[in-house]
């Protein structure tokens, strides 16, 4: 008796010391007293990270995936009980007229630098903001983009929510698969160049050094022709990439420009006409949830391992 008498008191005790938790969100430390139970999340990416650690009881709503066409029929089903509060960014009072007490979002990703809806003007209305990792390039210095930006997230909102244990083992498993899949590839020569074509016309807009899809290339073996970029995504001249010559071009698919008019587009411009991705049809589609830090980085590797390699 005296041993279950410990044991649950042991196990008491651990709950009642599980809060308060601090953890690091891009250059703040962030204290919760208690696990949020009125949360926002913004963006498809965000919103699934969510889904994962299967916190949608927690949540009263969540903002900016249809305004930008990218709810995927799954994904749709996971939130069905839930309101989306705004298609695109929400403003400040949308999140406070939900009663909203936690956002997850990140910068450009719900939030904008210089905005009315940022860390600092939530805290007044006693709502935290966990930022996405991937974003925080855009407020300071950070290192090269890795998949452990996309872990840490899910084991920061673990020890927010009070789901360590949970996190973890997701994380743990996302590690698994992934190291499955890359000891069973076959070894490359040399690291093939890819481009990322996310949109645009006159000029493209592309993932940089910060950006996810550069981790996910790099770990599928490949190299991402513009990693020296400082930024997570921006604008270039399209000089840039017939100058780099990339060998396989990834495309973003979302929105109103579908990857198969964005290819399109490229086959048929004559100024790319040099490009070796072009010249030799090598594509490969990402859908945006795939490219964005989320749960679906992982089967994003495998397929494009599989372009990187001619499968």
């Known amino acids: ?44 990416n965000l919103t699934e990270m969510m889904l994962a650690l299967g916190l949608t009881d927690r949540m009263v709503g969540y903002t900016g995936i249809s305004g930008w066409k990218t709810l995927a029929p799954d994904l749709r089903e996971g939130v069905a009980a839930l309101p989306e509060l705004s298609e695109k960014y929400p403003s400040r ?3 406070i007229g ?6 997850f979002a990140g910068w450009n990703y719900g939030m904008k630098v210089g905005g009315e809806v940022t860390p600092e003007s939530l805290a007044a209305y006693n709502i935290n903001v966990y930022e996405l990792t991937e974003s925080c390039s855009h407020i300071m210095p950070k290192s090269k983009i890795s ?39 076959t070894p ?34 490949g190299v991402n022709i ?35 008019q964005k290819i399109a587009f490229l086959k048929d411009n004559p100024a790319f006409a040099s490009i ?11 859908e945006y949830v795939e490219a964005t830090p989320g749960p679906r980085n992982i089967a994003a590797v495998t397929k494009v391992a599989a372009a990187l390699r001619g499968n």
Not at 18 to 40: G, L
Not at 199 to 219: C, K, L, N, V, W
Not at 278 to 283: E, S
């Open 1 to 44: 008796m005296k041993l279950i008498l410990a044991a649950l008191f042991a196990c008491t005790s651990s709950a009642a010391f599980a809060f308060p938790v601090t953890v690091q969100s891009c250059n703040r430390s962030v204290t919760f007293d208690a696990a949020p139970t009125a949360a926002v999340s913004n963006d498809v």
């Open 93 to 95: 009072e949308v999140l």
């Open 98 to 103: 939900a009663g909203t007490d936690f956002y």
């Open 147 to 185: 998949m452990e930006d996309m872990y840490i997230d899910l084991l920061n909102l673990g020890r927010i929510f009070g789901e360590e244990d949970r996190a973890q083992a997701l994380v743990q498993g996302y590690r698994d698969d992934l190291a499955t899949t890359l000891a069973g590839l």
């Open 188 to 221: 490359l020569p040399a690291a093939p160049r890819v481009f990322v074509y996310d949109s645009g016309q006159d000029a493209p807009f592309t993932a940089g050094r910060y950006a996810m899809p550069t981790a996910i290339i790099e770990a599928a073996g």
């Open 226 to 260: 513009l990693d020296d970029i400082e930024k997570s995504w921006a604008e270039i001249a399209w000089e840039a990439v017939v100058e780099r010559d990339p060998e396989v071009i990834m495309i973003v698919n979302y929105g109103d420009v579908t990857a198969e």
């Open 276 to 286: 070796s991705a072009v010249r030799n049809n090598r594509f490969v589609v990402l």
